[in-house]
């Protein structure tokens, strides 16, 4: 998984400004997952530079499975952070206090998504062109919960406007023009209408 995220980023031009140098804040995003598109909540996220080149990164937030923290590094444009859930929050039939690895690389977004996945990145109320981190998220849990192992393609961005932890962007859901417009009504052919 990692490595076609990898390979993909690495095609782009390279990003002038470290991890470290982007605004900290309550990032969103979304992750895919058997061909699906599903939005991630609002987390906060800050990266402390140690020098020009690399630092810390920490932050907090909580989902569907639960609460969790974020721990990690930045080198130049890659973030390795290690999401840790805090057992007894959420979900008791997903959350067991494991940890998610997750490897980033900032980017421009859709530039380094296949046009499927750009699309869906727009759905998820993306701007055009916007800068945020591109990679995958890896969960390895040992045989003491049912030896689940799972990878999944992901990205987080700074909304444009403001917004508390927790928060999840509703998926615009584009529809076929013949199912948007009710009877009678007339539309531009090039026109996108969605729900």
């Known amino acids: 998984m990692m490595t076609r995220v990898a390979e993909r980023v690495g095609r782009l031009a390279p990003m002038a400004v ?5 605004p900290g804040g309550n990032f969103v995003g979304c992750y895919w997952q058997d061909n699906q598109c599903h939005p991630i909540a609002a987390q906060e996220l800050r990266c402390v530079p140690i020098d ?7 932050g907090h937030g909580f989902d569907a499975v639960g609460t969790f923290s974020l721990r990690g590094e930045y080198v130049g444009a890659r973030l390795a952070l290690t999401k840790l859930y805090v057992t007894g929050t959420g979900d008791p039939t997903e959350n067991y206090g494991h940890t998610v690895e997750l490897r980033l690389e900032y ?3 859709a530039a380094g998504l296949p046009p499927s996945q750009a ?10 062109g916007v800068v945020g981190l591109l990679g995958s998220w890896h969960l390895r849990r040992g045989d003491k919960h049912d030896g689940c192992h799972d990878d999944a393609e992901m990205v987080l961005w700074l909304p444009v406007e403001t917004v508390t932890i927790g928060y999840v962007i509703p998926m615009a859901v584009a529809m076929p023009i013949e199912q948007a417009v009710p009877m009678g ?3 531009d052919a090039s026109t996108t209408l969605s729900a």
């Open 119 to 128: 699309a869906d990145l727009a759905a998820c109320g993306a701007p055009p």
């Open 18 to 22: 470290p991890v470290g140098a982007t």
């Open 52 to 58: 020009d080149r690399r630092g810390e990164a920490s």
């Open 107 to 109: 980017c421009q977004l």
């Open 185 to 187: 009504v007339a539309v």
